[in-house]
């Protein structure tokens, strides 16, 4: 299986920024998409910018233009470049991988979040 564990997360103020890492471990695999993800107290999880294996991303409204979404190599780390933080960003982060692993079924596994708190 693919393990998946974020970083980066913290207290910033409005308009900061911050830098989300996403390490992946584990078997050997081939991605399909990786995205990240946040949850607010109170609210559904929600989709915040996803990118393909050949590199097209895609990005909810309320980040476009501030976010950035990359991966590092052979996709074993990914990164969300989180700029001109606003307080409605706080929430809980995850990263998601979904693929195929070399010697194995399909995959879709889930970090355990990272906290990102942005103060007003």
């Known amino acids: 299986q693919v393990q998946l564990v974020e970083s980066g997360g913290g207290l910033v103020q409005t308009g900061g920024s911050l830098r989300l890492a996403c390490a992946a471990s584990?078997?050997?695999?081939?991605?399909?998409?990786m995205g990240w993800y946040r949850q607010a107290p109170g609210k559904q999880r929600e989709l915040v910018a996803t990118?393909?294996?050949?590199?097209?991303?895609n990005y909810a409204d309320s980040v476009k233009g501030r976010f950035t979404i990359s991966r590092g190599y052979a996709w074993r780390t990914a990164y969300l470049q989180m700029n001109s933080l606003k307080p409605e960003d706080t929430a809980v982060y995850y990263c998601?991988?979904?693929?195929?692993?070399?010697?194995?079924?399909?995959?879709?596994?889930w970090g355990q979040g990272t906290q990102v708190t942005v103060s007003s």
């Open positions: 998601n991988y979904r693929g195929q692993l070399l010697r194995g079924p399909s995959f879709d596994s």
């Open positions: 584990g078997s050997s695999f081939s991605i399909n998409a």
């Open positions: 990118i393909t294996s050949v590199g097209i991303t």
